[in-house]
């Protein structure tokens, strides 16, 4: 299996390089930003599985954020990150496309980690499906382009 690559995105550097060493020591590649625009920048320029959103950033909220980032890497997973836990903000992240929510701080470690498992596989499974989708419209493309030729074609 590939290594899987984490963006994590949160204002507080001591959350940042707990979150990132947690995450590492698990055997994933962590890259790191401080902002939104920080994040979508990176995300242009590298592929990430997953990204771990704070809600509250400096120059954007999480929820903006993940928006912005739809374009980026589509596939990628987000899940947004807070400290300030409401319905409305977990209803307002799941309406924009966020895949989970976590509170913070998170006192939890392996179920923490459990979850960022789970939502890599449920990504792998995605992945495997279009995967076959795709060939299986190919094989079928092919078959109906070869019925198409003209018989008297020698």
């Known amino acids: 299996m590939d290594k899987k690559c984490i963006l994590l995105i949160d204002d507080d550097e001591h959350v940042r390089q707990s979150m990132a060493r947690v995450l590492e020591l698990e055997g994933y590649h962590v890259d790191t930003a401080k902002t939104g625009a920080e994040a979508v920048e990176k995300s242009k320029l590298n592929f990430y599985n997953l990204a771990l959103i704070d809600i509250r950033l400096p120059d954007m909220e999480g929820t ?38 976590v509170t913070k701080p998170i006192t939890d470690i392996d179920t923490f980690l459990q979850k960022i498992k789970e939502h890599l596989k449920k990504q792998e499974e995605s992945e495997r499906f279009s995967e076959e989708k795709l060939a299986d419209f190919v094989k079928t493309r092919i078959k109906k382009l070869e019925n198409e030729k003209p018989d008297d074609v020698i």
Not at 82 to 101: E, L, Q, R
């Open 64 to 101: 903006e954020l993940l928006t912005a980032m739809r374009d980026t890497v589509p596939r990628m997973v987000k899940v947004l990150v807070t400290g300030y836990p409401s319905v409305k903000n977990a209803i307002d992240a799941v309406n924009k496309g966020a895949d989970g929510y």
